[in-house]
């Protein structure tokens, strides 16, 4: 299953993006999707998951009241709404399947390739 993640870019602190990705495959009830995101040198760090049945979301701490994910089942995908973007959110992200809710990157099976993120001050 290719996951193809879309939208990011040069943005100003402050501003807002919406990143959205789209499974090649169906995605069932049972998976649970999330964004991640990495700078380099560090490990990949958890943004934002949501069940795809149930539609719960869980968040970071650091993303809490700014980013919003979403699905759109009959689309079947996923979107990443960011707003109040800080230059700390400046990564490459990537969206993700796993066959059940984790916050651990390492249980993930399915990956995108990545788009990256840039918050101007």
């Known amino acids: 299953v290719q996951l193809q993640a879309s939208g990011g870019g040069l943005v100003q602190a402050g501003g807002s993006v919406r990143l959205a990705c789209a499974p090649s495959?169906?995605?069932?009830?049972?998976?649970?999707m999330g964004w991640f995101r990495q700078v380099p040198g560090k490990e990949r760090d958890f943004v934002a998951g949501i069940r795809w049945g149930t539609g719960r979301t869980y968040y970071a701490d650091s993303v809490k009241g700014r980013f919003t994910i979403s699905r759109d089942s009959a689309e079947n995908t996923m979107y990443l709404q960011m707003n109040s973007l800080k230059f700390d959110d400046s990564a490459v992200y990537y969206c993700?399947?796993?066959?059940?809710?984790?916050?651990?990157?390492?249980?993930?099976?399915?990956w995108g390739q990545g788009t990256q993120l840039t918050v101007s001050s």
């Open positions: 495959g169906r995605t069932f009830s049972s998976h649970f």
């Open positions: 993700a399947r796993a066959n059940g809710y984790s916050y651990n990157w390492r249980e993930y099976t399915n």
